[in-house]
């Protein structure tokens, strides 16, 4: 019995891990970039986009095209950015359960 209180007082405390970093997830932000920096792409640990930077030197009408898939390339390096950050920040969350053998954490 005194294996199960351990375990839940673990768990108890893995949830409250979980909820900080959430909230830090939440309040980050990741910065993605393409065409050496002529397009920046910002979103919010949510996924939500917070910026979106074009260099001038794009805006021409005959650019479209590029101006398209570099949007594209620094929404794409942005999301690659925040999932590690989420990976990393949910690695160290669950570090610290100790599960009985046997056992381990869903992937």
């Known amino acids: 019995m ?10 108890q405390a893995m949830q409250q891990k979980m909820a900080e970093a959430q909230e830090k997830l939440a309040a980050s932000q990741v910065v993605g970039e393409a065409g050496a920096g002529l397009v920046t ?6 996924g939500e986009m917070r910026a979106l930077s074009i260099d001038p030197s794009l805006l021409n ?19 690659r950015k925040m999932e590690a950050m989420q990976q990393d920040v949910m690695k160290d969350v ?3 359960l100790q599960l009985p053998p046997g056992m381990s954490m869903p992937g």
Not at 2 to 11: F, I, R, V
């Open 2 to 11: 005194t294996d199960l209180m351990g375990l839940m007082k673990q768990a």
């Open 41 to 46: 792409l910002t979103l919010s640990g949510k």
């Open 61 to 79: 009408p005959a650019e479209g095209e590029v101006v398209e898939d570099l949007v594209m390339a620094a929404h794409n390096d942005a999301k």
């Open 94 to 96: 669950a570090g610290g």
